[in-house]
C-alpha cells in the first residue's frame, strides 16, 4: 500500500530529532506561569533531594487530570448501552453502540475521556460497524486515581478482549499509542489500525513531562527506573517505540495528524508514515490537536478507510 500524502504536505526531507522533541506550544505540557513555579520547586528538589524529586515525578505523572466528561450526541445518547467492567481492584466504564457488524474499539487519550470521540460513534454505526468506548483506568466514569503506560494498555486489551474479534481500533493520542503497546505486548488484535495525534516513541511522554516540571537527566533516570521497577521491568524503555510497534503490527494503518497540532509535533506522522510500507497519512491543517477528532472530512476518511 502506497503512502497516500496530501500533495501540499508531502516532504522529501526526513524530521529531524529537534523537530520531533520541540516544546509544546499548547495542552497540559505548555508552559505557563504554574509550571514555572512547579520547575523551581523541581530545580530545588533535583538538587538536594533528588530521590525525593523522582518519587514526586512518579506520583505526578501517574496521576492524570481530569476533564469533564462531555454528553454524547443526541443521535446516539438513548443508544448507549454502558456496563462495568471488573480491572482486577478497579473497573471500567464500557460504552457500546450497536449489536451486531464489526467491532470498532475506540481509544481515548491522557487526561480525556470517551466521549471526547463521540463524533465518531455515529458516521461508523451508519457504516455497519458495532462500536465499542471507554474511559480509561483513573478517566472519566472508571475507577482510581492514578494509572500508567501499563495499566492503561492493559485495560485497553481488557476491553478489546471482552469486545470480541475486531476490525480495527482509532486511538487518539496518548491512547493511540497505548493501542499500539497493547497489541504487541497483551496481544491485542485488529485487522485495521487509526492513529490520530501520536507521538511516535512513548518515551516522548516522559521527557515532554520531565521538561514541563525541569527534571534534571539523573531525576528523570530514576522516575523512569521507579515506572520500571513497579512491574518488575516488564516496562522496558528502550522497546518503547510506537513506529516499531506499527512496524510490528503488520497491518493497513492511517495515521492522522494536524501540520498544526502544538501539542505533538506534525513530524511525529511522518515518522510513523515514512517508516512503514502499510501506512497513509492523512494530514491536515488548522484543526489542532483536539478539533481533528470532530472534523467531518477526517471522519469521512476514517470511515472509508475501514470500509474499503
Given at each position: 500500500?502506497?503512502?497516500?500524502?496530501?500533495?501540499?504536505?508531502?516532504?522529501?526531507?526526513?524530521?529531524?530529532?529537534?523537530?520531533?522533541?520541540?516544546?509544546?506550544?499548547?495542552?497540559?505540557?505548555?508552559?505557563?506561569?504554574a509550571?514555572?513555579?512547579?520547575?523551581?520547586?523541581?530545580?530545588?528538589?533535583?538538587?538536594?533531594?533528588?530521590?525525593?524529586?523522582?518519587?514526586?515525578?512518579?506520583?505526578?505523572?501517574?496521576?492524570?487530570?481530569?476533564?469533564?466528561?462531555?454528553?454524547?450526541?443526541v443521535?446516539?445518547?438513548?443508544?448507549?448501552?454502558?456496563?462495568?467492567?471488573?480491572?482486577?481492584?478497579?473497573?471500567?466504564?464500557?460504552?457500546?453502540?450497536?449489536?451486531?457488524?464489526?467491532?470498532?474499539?475506540?481509544?481515548?487519550?491522557?487526561?480525556?475521556?470517551?466521549?471526547?470521540?463521540?463524533r465518531?460513534?455515529?458516521?461508523?454505526?451508519?457504516?455497519?460497524?458495532?462500536?465499542?468506548?471507554?474511559?480509561?483506568?483513573?478517566?472519566?466514569?472508571?475507577?482510581?486515581?492514578?494509572?500508567?503506560m501499563?495499566?492503561?494498555?492493559?485495560?485497553?486489551?481488557?476491553?478489546?478482549?471482552?469486545a470480541?474479534?475486531?476490525?480495527?481500533?482509532?486511538?487518539?493520542?496518548?491512547?493511540a499509542?497505548?493501542?499500539?503497546?497493547?497489541?504487541?505486548?497483551?496481544?491485542?488484535?485488529?485487522?485495521?489500525?487509526?492513529?490520530?495525534s501520536?507521538?511516535?516513541?512513548?518515551?516522548?511522554?516522559?521527557?515532554?513531562?520531565?521538561?514541563?516540571?525541569?527534571?534534571?537527566?539523573?531525576?528523570?533516570?530514576?522516575?523512569?527506573?521507579?515506572?520500571?521497577?513497579?512491574?518488575?521491568?516488564?516496562?522496558?524503555?528502550?522497546r518503547?517505540?510506537?513506529?516499531?510497534?506499527?512496524?510490528?503490527?503488520?497491518?493497513?494503518?492511517?495515521?492522522?495528524?494536524?501540520?498544526?497540532?502544538e501539542?505533538?509535533?506534525?513530524?511525529?506522522?511522518?515518522?510513523?508514515?515514512?517508516?512503514?510500507?502499510?501506512a497513509?497519512?492523512?494530514?491536515?491543517?488548522?484543526?489542532?490537536?483536539?478539533?481533528?477528532?470532530?472534523?467531518?472530512?477526517?471522519?469521512?476518511?476514517?470511515?472509508?478507510?475501514?470500509?474499503?
Amino acid at each position: 500500500m502506497r503512502h497516500q500524502f496530501s500533495p501540499d504536505l508531502e516532504s522529501p526531507h526526513a524530521p529531524t530529532v529537534a523537530q520531533c522533541l520541540r516544546p509544546p506550544r499548547a495542552g497540559r505540557f505548555a508552559d505557563t506561569r504554574a509550571s514555572s513555579s512547579l520547575r523551581h520547586l523541581y530545580r530545588w528538589l533535583c538538587r538536594f533531594m533528588p530521590s525525593l524529586a523522582a518519587h514526586l515525578a512518579f506520583r505526578q505523572l501517574a496521576t492524570p487530570p481530569r476533564s469533564a466528561a462531555g454528553r454524547w450526541p443526541v443521535a446516539i445518547r438513548e443508544l448507549t448501552r454502558e456496563r462495568r467492567l471488573s480491572n482486577g481492584s478497579s473497573e471500567l466504564a464500557v460504552y457500546e453502540w450497536g449489536h451486531q457488524g464489526p467491532a470498532v474499539l475506540l481509544v481515548h487519550g491522557w487526561g480525556s475521556n470517551a466521549t471526547h470521540l463521540a463524533r465518531l460513534v455515529q458516521p461508523l454505526r451508519n457504516a455497519g460497524f458495532r462500536v465499542i468506548a471507554f474511559d480509561a483506568p483513573a478517566h472519566g466514569r472508571s475507577t482510581g486515581r492514578t494509572t500508567d503506560m501499563v495499566a492503561y494498555a492493559h485495560a485497553v486489551a481488557l476491553v478489546a478482549r471482552h469486545a470480541g474479534p475486531l476490525h480495527a481500533v482509532i486511538g487518539h493520542s496518548f491512547g493511540a499509542a497505548m493501542a499500539m503497546y497493547a497489541a504487541r505486548d497483551w496481544g491485542l488484535a485488529a485487522s485495521r489500525l487509526v492513529l490520530m495525534s501520536s507521538f511516535n516513541d512513548c518515551n516522548r511522554f516522559l521527557e515532554m513531562f520531565a521538561r514541563h516540571v525541569g527534571l534534571t537527566p539523573d531525576v528523570l533516570r530514576r522516575t523512569r527506573e521507579l515506572l520500571s521497577q513497579r512491574y518488575g521491568g516488564r516496562l522496558d524503555w528502550g522497546r518503547m517505540s510506537v513506529t516499531e510497534m506499527l512496524r510490528q503490527a503488520n497491518r493497513p494503518a492511517l495515521v492522522v495528524h494536524d501540520e498544526n497540532d502544538e501539542e505533538i509535533p506534525f513530524e511525529h506522522g511522518l515518522v510513523m508514515t515514512s517508516a512503514l510500507q502499510t501506512a497513509q497519512l492523512k494530514a491536515t491543517r488548522g484543526l489542532g490537536h483536539h478539533r481533528v477528532l470532530r472534523n467531518p472530512e477526517v471522519i469521512r476518511r476514517i470511515t472509508a478507510f475501514l470500509v474499503d
